[in-house]
């Protein structure tokens, strides 16, 4: 909803992505080769889309992220590095 979740370089990212948002992204890319494809492990994402009008208190992301938790309601997450020039704006990217 218009906020920067990760930042890092592209390699990195396709590699060790830390936000469960990216991650799911990640794994909604197309795979051309069917044996490949089958073997993904494709994150689908449940819950509610949050409005843009009305957005959710804390994280963003949190009415659709497997991770979320009290915190996440109640605090909006920075975007903090975790090693390398990798940032990411979750509560619990060092722990994913």
Do not use: W
Not at 56 to 71: E, H, L, M, N, Q
Not at 74 to 85: A, C, F, Q, R
């Amino acid at each position: 909803m218009g906020h920067i979740v990760e930042l890092v370089e592209s390699e990195e990212l396709y590699k060790n992505p830390l936000h469960p948002y990216t991650q799911a992204l990640l794994t909604a890319i197309p795979e051309p080769n069917p044996e490949v494809a089958k073997k993904r492990n494709r994150i689908i994402l449940k819950g509610e889309i949050p409005s843009p009008v009305n957005p959710p208190s804390g994280c963003k992301f949190r009415t659709r992220c497997p991770y979320a938790k009290d915190i996440c309601a109640k605090e909006v997450p920075e975007l903090t590095e975790h090693g390398n020039g990798h940032y990411a704006a979750c509560h619990f990217a060092g722990e994913l």
